[in-house]
């Protein structure tokens, strides 16, 4: 059975912290990239962050020095942490597998000023 569940989403307010967790299953987890992805409410999603199986991590321009990605291969469950958050932040954060059509249900975040 193939899961992907984020969760860890909520309200903040501009300057604070949050950290998404995406527990996915094994199948599509092991000797994966995974990757965040954001949407905003009426723009298209955009990718966020990536870090492949060696734990080598990328990000956009605009998260970089702020938002920091990790996994947990022993648990199937990829991170990402979210400092220094702004209201342009404000989106469905989702997990997926960059080689696979996989999306979770997502996790709302909302920064406010």
């Known amino acids: 059975q193939v899961q992907l569940v984020e969760s860890g989403g909520g309200s903040v307010q501009a300057g604070g912290s949050l950290r998404l967790s995406c527990a996915a299953s094994r199948s599509i987890f092991s000797n994966n990239v995974m990757g965040w992805f954001r949407q905003a409410q009426g723009k298209q999603r955009e990718y966020v962050a990536h870090?492949?199986?060696?734990?080598?991590?990328y990000y956009r321009d605009s998260v970089k020095g702020r938002f920091t990605i990790s996994r947990d291969d022993a648990k199937n469950t990829v991170y990402l942490q979210l400092n220094s958050l702004k209201p342009e932040d404000t989106a469905v954060y989702y997990c997926?597998?960059?080689?696979?059509?996989?999306w979770g249900q997502g996790t709302q975040v909302t920064v406010s000023s």
């Open positions: 870090i492949t199986t060696s734990g080598r991590s």
């Open positions: 997926k597998p960059l080689n696979l059509d996989y």
